[in-house]
């Protein structure tokens, strides 16, 4: 009895840890270290909208939002991203944008709605099938951005970064 008892608090207790450090990096935390994670060769990227991506994009860096429909700190981050994506069109940076759900059971029209809502309905949208694209660039929380350069190095990595921070990091990887 005894060991039952102690076998079920081991098992209740590791359940525990395994939700408590999933509920903690679910919408993550500031990380703006300048990664040098490699994204590898380029694979093309179908958008919900049937629009193929490449990552990294040939010749331009790439800013790639992760989130989900689900998450409301995600709300921030892709509202900024669809900024960045508007002022860098409007000064004519050279630079790519995608936003990433990382939910792969939320369905098309579910992130259509959400893009709208945020105002970002211009960028882009994917569904990270296989989580291939969170694992490829090394993203374990929503509400990461990351700028991938043209050679597939991830240059910056941050949580809910500003339009503006977004832009500028671009720039600095050679929009």
Known sequence: MTISLTRRTTLSLAGLLIVGSLALSACGSADEDGSSADAGSPAPVTSIDGQQVSLPAAGKPTAVFFFSVGCGEC???????GEAAASAEDNGTDAQFLAVDMDPREPKETIEGFMEYVEAEHVPAAIDEGAVLSQRFDV??????????????VTFRATDPAADTIVAELEKAGA
Do not use: M, N
């Open 75 to 81: 709300v921030g981050g892709v509202r900024s991203l």
């Open 140 to 153: 374990a929380a929503l509400s990461t951005l990351i700028i991938v350069d043209a050679d597939g190095k």
